[in-house]
């Protein structure tokens, strides 16, 4: 079955700088590879997402990078804010499959 | 876009008793709903998949006699923890398929705390 690692485990950075996550899969018929957001006490809200017939996708402060030969896709945000501290998971699919989730990134933006 | 509206946000239950949680998707209709637990610090672990006027599907490991699913209409998964004990306490997520291939939305989870 699929499986999905997720690096670093936790991140501070200042505000205004920038924030990598990165992750792997194992599964090469895993498709879709989406990002999500939780704050203390909510669920995952989806920030972004990327399809394996697109290599980066990107949406203001937010971009997804996708190496389907590596395996590997990574999480970018710009400019962070504090508002951006929280948990990130990332996750793969393959159609007709459920999800796998990342161990997720802890994010502090310190002021 | 999709909602999914999950109740209670935080429930607190006595050892032994047994608490209902629903998830409900307000603007569409939702054939297949996912439930997941969350334990503090860790990632989001699948416990069953329903699917409308038929069975869940466990995961491996899922008591299916405690941790009972219903499924009853296209807006409504219910999941309800029986005889609960402390070790059960944890956070406890639905979602849904909202339509096409990848479209899901998450509820906002229920805080479980059996005492």
């Known amino acids: 079955g699929e499986n999905v690692e997720q690096h670093p485990s936790t991140l501070s950075v200042q505000e205004g700088d920038s924030a990598v996550i990165k992750c792997t899969y194992s599964d090469s018929a895993s498709n879709y590879f989406p990002w999500y957001k939780q704050e203390l006490g909510k669920g995952p809200q989806l920030i972004i997402d990327?399809?394996?017939?697109?290599g980066e996708k990107k949406d203001q402060r937010i971009a997804v990078t996708l190496n389907k030969t590596a395996k590997h896709f990574s999480l970018h945000i710009t400019e962070t804010q504090p508002e951006d501290s929280a948990v990130y998971f990332c996750a793969a699919l393959n159609y007709g499959q459920n999800f796998v989730f990342g161990p997720g990134t802890r994010l502090s933006v310190l002021p | 876009g999709a909602v999914v509206s999950q109740h209670p946000s935080r429930v607190i239950c006595k050892s032994g008793t047994s608490v209902k949680i629903e998830c409900r998707s307000l603007?569409?209709?939702?054939?297949?709903m996912f439930w997941y637990r969350q334990f503090p610090k860790q990632s989001l672990m699948l416990m069953a998949t329903?699917?409308?006027?038929?069975?869940?599907?466990?995961e491996q490991g899922v008591e299916k006699d405690k941790f009972l699913i219903n499924h009853a209409s296209l807006t409504l998964s219910t999941l309800t923890v029986t005889s609960a004990h402390p070790e059960d306490s944890s956070f406890y997520i639905c979602?849904?398929?909202?339509?096409?291939?990848?479209?899901?939305?998450f509820g906002s989870g229920t805080r479980l705390t059996v005492v």
């Open positions: 329903s699917n409308e006027g038929s069975k869940a599907t466990y």
């Open positions: 990327i399809r394996s017939n697109v």
């Open positions: 603007d569409f209709q939702a054939t297949t």
């Open positions: 979602s849904a398929r909202t339509g096409g291939n990848y479209g899901y939305t």
